[in-house]
C-alpha cells in the first residue's frame, strides 16, 4: 500500500461549480498534512496546511479526518485557474521530509 | 530574496556520462531536499541535507547517486554513468526550520534526458 494515495483524476469541473476529492494516508503517526499544486510541469507550491480542526483559505476548505486517515480539499465557485494537479503531503511521524501522493488533476472548464 | 534556485533548468546527457545537478537554497534555509518526478507520476524523496551533513538518505538509489551539501556553495545532486531510467525531473527544495513548522520552498527543477 502506498503511503499516500490520491484519485488521479481528472475532475472535469464546470466554472463555478465546486469540487472535492480526499486523500488517503497509511502512517497514522503522521504529524503534518499539506496540500500542494502543482502546475504543468512547474515546481509544487503550498496552498494551504490542513489543521485538525480544519481550516478555510478563500474559497478553499482543507479537513482532516485522522480516524479514518485521509484529509479532504473542496473547492468552491472553481475559477479557470484552479486547472492544475493537487499534490497531498504528509510528513511522517519520523524524520523531517514530505511524502507525496501522486496527485488528483483537476480540469475547470467555461 | 531569490527563491530557490536550480540549474540547469534543461540538461541532456549520454548513456553512461556524469550528471551534476545544482541547487542554492533561499537566504537563511539551512534545510535542502531532493526530490524526482518521473513523468505522470508523483515526487518521491531522495535525500534531506542540512549543511555539511546528510540527515536521511532513505529514499537515494544504492548505486550511482550522491548529494553533498558544502559549507559554501550549493547542494550538488550528482549522477554517475546516467541510465535511460534516469530521465526525469530532479526538484530541490529548502526550508529554514523543520518541515513540520516550516514552510518548503521548490525550485523550478531541472529536468534530465538521458539519450
Known amino acids: 500500500r502506498k503511503e499516500v494515495e490520491q484519485d488521479p483524476g481528472p475532475f472535469n469541473v464546470p466554472e463555478g461549480a465546486t469540487v472535492a476529492f480526499n486523500c488517503t494516508y497509511s502512517?497514522?503517526?503522521?504529524?503534518?498534512f499539506f496540500w500542494y499544486r502543482q502546475d504543468c510541469r512547474k515546481e509544487p507550491k503550498l496552498l494551504m496546511s490542513?489543521?485538525?480542526s480544519g481550516n478555510e483559505d478563500g474559497r478553499f476548505t482543507a479537513q482532516l479526518n485522522r480516524a479514518s486517515q485521509y484529509i479532504s480539499l473542496l473547492i468552491r465557485d472553481s475559477k479557470l485557474s484552479d486547472s492544475a494537479t493537487y499534490l497531498c503531503?504528509?510528513?511522517?511521524?519520523?524524520?523531517?521530509?514530505?511524502?507525496f501522493g501522486g496527485g488528483t488533476r483537476v480540469l475547470v472548464k467555461p | 530574496n531569490a527563491g530557490v534556485m536550480q540549474n540547469p533548468r534543461h540538461l541532456v546527457r549520454r548513456r553512461g556520462q556524469e550528471a551534476r545537478l545544482r541547487c542554492s537554497p533561499m537566504?537563511?534555509?539551512?534545510?535542502v531536499y531532493w526530490y524526482r518526478q518521473l513523468p505522470e507520476e508523483g515526487l518521491k524523496f531522495m535525500v534531506y541535507?542540512?549543511?555539511?551533513?546528510?540527515?536521511?538518505e532513505s529514499g537515494m538509489p544504492k548505486e550511482r547517486f550522491s548529494a553533498e551539501f558544502p559549507k559554501e556553495g550549493p547542494s550538488i545532486l550528482r549522477i554517475q554513468q546516467v541510465v535511460r531510467g534516469d530521465s526525469a525531473a530532479y526538484f530541490c527544495?529548502?526550508?529554514?526550520?523543520?518541515?513540520?513548522?516550516?514552510?518548503?520552498?521548490f525550485g523550478q527543477g531541472t529536468r534530465l534526458t538521458v539519450v
Open positions: 503531503v504528509v510528513n511522517p511521524a519520523a524524520g523531517n521530509k514530505l511524502t
Open positions: 502512517n497514522s503517526a503522521s504529524q503534518s
Open positions: 537566504k537563511g534555509h539551512s534545510h
Open positions: 541535507l542540512q549543511k555539511e551533513n546528510i540527515i536521511d
Open positions: 527544495a529548502s526550508s529554514p526550520g523543520t518541515v513540520t513548522t516550516t514552510e518548503a520552498f
Open positions: 490542513v489543521y485538525s
